[in-house]
């Protein structure tokens, strides 16, 4: 597949429809990961096959349209990222899902964009405003709803909260990487150092399991749609679609995450939960229009 050729096939479809078609693909994550675990794979290889296949399939899509790897100090970087973007992230997220549930770990994984304006702040010294702390009180009394609220079928425990966060934290890294490389790098070019990278740095700790073709499905799926086919269609869209409008619709992942959890698994989020989700989920809205900021283009 030639750049050319995924451009010209992606231009013709309205740039909104990618940008949910990439909601709805992130939004599979935990659906997927929970049924590889149900099938008998570990969370850290959840993890790790789904950075070795999509680190694989951005390393393919690299070399046939020739993109430049990062050199130097920017490929320094690069694996910098990929242990603590790719290894730390995609663990850190699939061992939430494994402690709290597929939905609660969507909604937790939106505390990114509080943890960006915090990390600005502390490191890039960009501004912290009265909408910014408006947004970061609210993620805050949304974690605390969520923490009283739990749920049936979710179990909103210690780990399940330190695990989603620490994948909000990790995930919000994204945002700092993307400003510093994804200008001066095809994204693509990128995952296709940062994913592997990923990989083996998740190797000392996976308890390898024998996989069943279901198990093998649900890891290819993830790959396929969730990591490489997700990102393109984001990408896409956001040339297309100001940032502003993209984060907005993609803001429906945890929605759709929820929704396939309750039909899948019968996980529900009580009242007060879901109302701790709105808040988080609306922080998070609040700070991407108040920065005008990309969602991080993968997850």
């Known amino acids: 597949m030639s750049g050319a050729v995924a451009t010209g096939a992606t231009s013709r479809v309205p740039a909104p429809l990618l940008i949910l078609a990439a909601a709805v693909l992130w939004g599979l994550l935990g659906i997927l990961g929970k049924q590889a675990q149900a099938a008998g794979v570990g969370a850290l290889e959840v993890a790790f096959w789904r950075a070795a296949l999509g680190g694989g399939l951005f390393a393919l899509h690299a070399a046939l349209t020739r993109s430049p790897l990062p050199r130097g100090r920017d490929l320094l970087v690069t694996v910098g990222f990929g242990v603590v973007g790719v290894s730390v992230f995609y663990a850190a997220y699939q061992l939430a899902v494994q402690a709290g549930g597929a939905s ?8 990114a964009p509080a943890f960006v304006a915090l990390l600005g702040w502390a490191l890039l010294r960009e501004r912290l405003g009265r909408r910014e702390g408006v947004a970061v009180a609210g993620t805050l009394g949304g974690i605390t709803l969520i923490s009283l609220g739990g ?3 979710v179990n909103v425990t210690a780990a399940a909260l330190a695990f989603g966060l620490l994948s909000g934290l990790t995930y919000s890294l994204y945002y ?8 001066r790098y095809a994204p693509t070019a990128l995952y296709a150092v940062a994913l592997p990278v990923g990989a083996l740095g998740l190797v000392p700790f996976v308890e390898w399991a024998p996989k069943t073709g279901a198990a093998w499905s649900s890891l290819g799926a993830m790959a396929v749609l969730s990591t490489y086919l997700a990102y393109l269609a984001y990408s896409a869209g956001l040339r297309r679609l100001p940032a502003t409008r993209a984060s907005v619709i993609a803001s429906l992942e ?5 929704l396939l959890a309750a039909v899948l698994f019968a ?16 922080a ?5 229009v108040e920065k005008k900021t990309a969602h991080p283009a993968g997850e």
């Open 104 to 111: 609660l770990a969507s909604v937790l994984l939106y505390t």
């Open 151 to 153: 749920g049936q079928g």
């Open 176 to 183: 700092l990487y993307g400003k510093a490389y994804f200008d």
């Open 254 to 258: 945890p929605v759709v995450a929820a």
């Open 267 to 282: 996980e529900q989020l009580s009242a007060l939960a879901l109302l701790g989700a709105a808040l988080v989920i609306g």
């Open 284 to 288: 998070a809205l609040i700070l991407s």
